[in-house]
T-cell receptor, first 114, second 114 residues
């Protein structure tokens, strides 16, 4: 069965600093990979997704993620964080033929210091 | 399009009561899912459906029933609520093109069982 690990429960960065959120997955084949963001009391918004091809994926709000097969990782990055980026971020893995199900990591809570 | 809608937004139940969480989507998506979100555990799949009349269990199905009589609706039933079912519940729908998919989430239902 597939699994997703987000090793950082909480991360604090200063506004304007760069950000990298880590995500590692366990799956026997090439998975589909997703990053979602959740603001307090809100639902989940898709930031970006990876299915195949170019391993550097661009998303909304200036985020990008890089798929590294050798490291089973799909880390999320942003060059300059804004205070409005404070939220919880979830990495998720899915695969074709599986009923479009997703397995989520436990999330990383991002705090932005002004 | 309204997307994925969930009702109610908030609900308080007493142990042993039953209730149905409603989920509807107007995007004509074949696939629908229910997840629960608990602190520190990310989102976990309860049940999912790959089309009208077809449902299957996810990771944490115990205590929940589902049915899918139409493409649009996917209600989640709690037959006898327990405090362990206190959680935030998210419904999602998705399409699939050549095996690739994207899930769209509803705003969630916050359930408290006393």
């Amino acid at each position: 069965a597939q699994s997703v690990t987000q090793p950082d429960i909480h991360i604090t960065v200063s506004e304007g600093a760069s950000l990298e959120l880590r995500c590692n997955y366990s799956y026997g084949a090439t998975p589909y990979l997703f990053w979602y963001v959740q603001s307090p009391g809100q639902g989940l918004q898709l930031l970006l997704k990876y299915f195949s091809g170019d391993t550097l994926v661009q998303g909304i709000k200036g985020f990008e993620a890089e798929f590294k097969r050798s490291q089973s990782s799909f880390n999320l990055r942003k060059p300059s964080v804004h205070w409005s980026d404070a939220a919880e971020y979830f990495c998720a893995v899915g695969f074709t033929g599986g009923g479009n199900k997703l397995t989520f990591g436990t999330g990383t809570q991002l705090k932005v210091e002004l | 399009n309204a997307g994925v809608t969930q009702t109610p937004k908030f609900q308080v139940l007493k142990t042993g009561q039953s209730m149905t969480l409603q989920c509807a989507q107007d995007m004509n998506h074949e696939y629908m899912s229910w997840y629960r979100q608990d602190p520190g555990m990310g989102l976990r799949l309860i049940h999912y459906s790959v089309g009208a009349g077809i449902t299957d269990q996810g990771e944490v199905p115990n205590g929940y029933n589902v049915s899918r009589s139409t493409t649009e609706d996917f209600p989640l039933r709690l037959l006898s609520a327990a405090p362990s079912q206190t959680s935030v519940y998210f419904c999602a729908s998705s399409y699939s093109i050549s095996g690739r998919f994207e899930q769209f989430f509803g705003p969630g239902t916050r359930l408290t069982v006393l």
